[in-house]
Every structure is written in structure tokens, then in C-alpha cells.
């Protein structure tokens, strides 16, 4: 039976009651009404006086309150409206049973279609119960790395940074390019992007790993194909409370003259700044800020976040040698293909999620890849 075309009065209440039914276990397990509560504290918290003499955190308290107050305006806006329609659609009901016949068709096609309209609306916003990661609603910092492959590869590095650019931007995420080194010849080596925003980490860490273009090479004069690899890694940004104590001399920190992004001056001072923790030999560089000092102290949140991960990670890996079993071989490795020729496609390797629309993917439309693997760790973690 096809619900959309379906005008029996009694169904589409059936229809309706079971939406209802379904939003509202997905109403509880969201905690729509602690998001609110938590939206009004915020907003609370923006009035009190000298709220705004330190403008980074008043920035981004006010940012979340707004985030916060639109994610929870969606869902009661539907809740009411699915309200009125089972309320509207029982009255409807009520008058045929008194008549003989059928419900006038123009009316049963607008109610028929309201309940389409609050089926896509309930599915666009169900999406938000595959977020399961302990840190999915954070802020997170992706990092871009051109493979081999020269200047084919720094081309295809430089051209995700373009696509996650793009998708931030589309998803009303602040992005801003922290650290950047160019090619010679075009695109990047390398480039580090903070992205601020309201389940930016459990959107993007679907990036992680490493994604392969195959194309024609625009460098060749022999017009051959090519084949060059980008890694990405995507971790999020830790609380406070969370991120790993690191001693003081596990540190080195280089300052140098920022090249990035700045305005003028930029290169007028030492403010750009390098630390390498030496235990493990992960490094962080910052030079988007003018200010030494907060060009330090982000780094050291990559810092923190980095091995903070890299503990997650290896825990992880140790239940799985107790459990006996193994993820998919590809999981976390190469995953991800995007073919220019001869054919067009873009292909998740862990999910076999594929379309051939790869402009659109270049240009941000990352969400059905999102979906799709957020749903298949879903699944993973129920499993386990």
C-alpha cells in the first residue's frame, strides 16, 4: 500500500498515531526538554554581567545557545504539528462516520500529504539518533596530508580541503584553517582545519582514513591516469576535564613567522607556533591566530586530543584481541574512492555506499555518506 496515495480516513489515523509513536521514543532518547533547559541556562548565563569580557568563550556560549534553541525549535515545531494533524484528521473521521460516503477527495489529498510532508520531516531529523560516539556534538580539528604522487597528490589534498570547506559551510559550521602548507605547483602538502559547531565530530569522523582519486592528471602532458591518496584525520575537541595531563618536558615548542592567514603584520612577529610531544612524536602546529599565546594553546588541544584518541584507540584494539573477533579489513584504511575517468563514482569502501554525482560530493554533499556509516557503526556497536 502506498501511503501517499492512500485516502482511507481510518488508515491514515493508524498512520498518524504510529508517527507519533515513533517521534516520541525518539523525542526521549534525544532529551529534546534537557536540551531546551540547557539552551535557556546558556541565554541565562549571556546576560550576566562581563558575560562578554572574555569574547572567544562568549562567542562560542553563544553559538551552542543558538544551536541548541534551533535543534530543539525543530523538534517541537514538529511535535506540534503532528499533534494538530491527529487531532484534525480524528475530527474528519468523526464527521464521515456520520454520513454516508467518503471523505471530500481534496481534503483527504491535503491531509494525505501533510502526513508525507511530517513522515520526511520525522526521517530528515531521526538522523540525529545515529550520533553514539561519546563525543559526536564536539567541535573537531581535521587534518589533510597529501600520499606519493607529487603534484597530483598535493592537487587532490588541496581539493578535499575545498570539499570539507564547502561542507561546513553548507552545515553552518565555523571553519578556520589553522595551519596550511602549500604545494610548489599547486594544492597543499598539508593543511589543519578547526570546524566549530554542533555535532561537527560525529558528522566528520566518517572522514577519517584514506581517500583515493583516480582521474586523468591535469600535470600530465601525456593526458595518463592517475592514482593519488589524501589521508584525513579527524579527532575531536576534549573538555577540558577529558584531555590528557602532558608534563612539561615531554614538550618542544618552536616559534616561527606565521605564513597562514592573518591579515597584515602576519609575518612582522614570532607568533606562529610548533610543539612536539617527543614521547610519541606527535605534532601540532598553529599560526591562524596573531597571538603567540593562543596560537599555543591550540596546538596543545591538538596535542591533548591527538594522544587522548591514540589511548581510545589502542583500548579499543585490546577489546577487540579479548573478544576474538576483527572489524572488516578495510575499516579505517582506504576508505573511500572517487573515480573522474573513465567513469564517474564516488565509493565507501566500508559501506558500499556509492553515487556517481561527484561534483556534488567535491562540493560538500557528504551527507549520505555520513548516514550510511554512522548507521553501520551503529549496527557494529550493537553487535559488540
Known sequence: MNLCHDYDMENLLKNIEEL??????????????????????????????????????????SKEAEELDKEASKWEQLKDEITELEEFIALAQNEQSGQSGKADAGLADEMQAKYCE???????????????????????????????????AQDWAGMLERMYLRFAEKKGYQAQI?????GQEAGIKSATI??????????????????????????????MRHTSFALVEVIPVLPEAHAMEIKDEDLRIDVFRSSGPGGQGVNTTDSAVRIVHLPSGITATCQSERSQHQNKENALKIIKSKLYQIAREEKKQEEQ?????????????????????PYQMV?????????????????GSLEPFIESFLAGAQKEDAIR
Open 118 to 152: 511530517l513522515s520526511e520531516k520525522f526521517r530528515q531529523l531521526e538522523f540525529y539518533t545515529l550520533f553514539s560516539g561519546d563525543y559526536d556534538q564536539n567541535p573537531a580539528i581535521l587534518s589533510i596530508h597529501a600520499g606519493t604522487g607529487g603534484v597530483d
Open 347 to 363: 565509493k565507501d569502501h566500508r559501506t558500499g555506499h556509492e553515487t556517481s554525482d561527484v561534483k556534488g560530493v567535491l562540493d
Open 178 to 182: 589553522i595551519d596550511r602548507n602549500t
Open 20 to 61: 507519533r509513536e515513533k517521534f516520541l521514543t525518539v523525542w526521549q532518547r534525544l532529551d529534546v526538554e534537557r536540551m531546551r533547559s540547557k539552551a535557556g541556562s546558556l541565554k541565562l548565563q549571556m546576560n550576566k554581567p562581563g558575560f562578554w569580557d572574555d569574547q572567544s568563550r562568549a562567542v562560542e556560549i
Open 194 to 223: 578547526s570546524i566549530k559547531g554542533r555535532w561537527a565530530y560525529g558528522n566528520l569522523r566518517s572522514e577519517n582514513g584514506v581517500h583515493r582519486l583516480v582521474r586523468i592528471s591535469p600535470f600530465d602532458a601525456e593526458a
Open 321 to 341: 584481541k579479548l573478544r576474538g573477533d576483527a572489524l572488516k579489513a578495510e575499516w579505517g584504511k582506504q576508505i573511500r574512492s572517487y573515480v573522474l575517468q
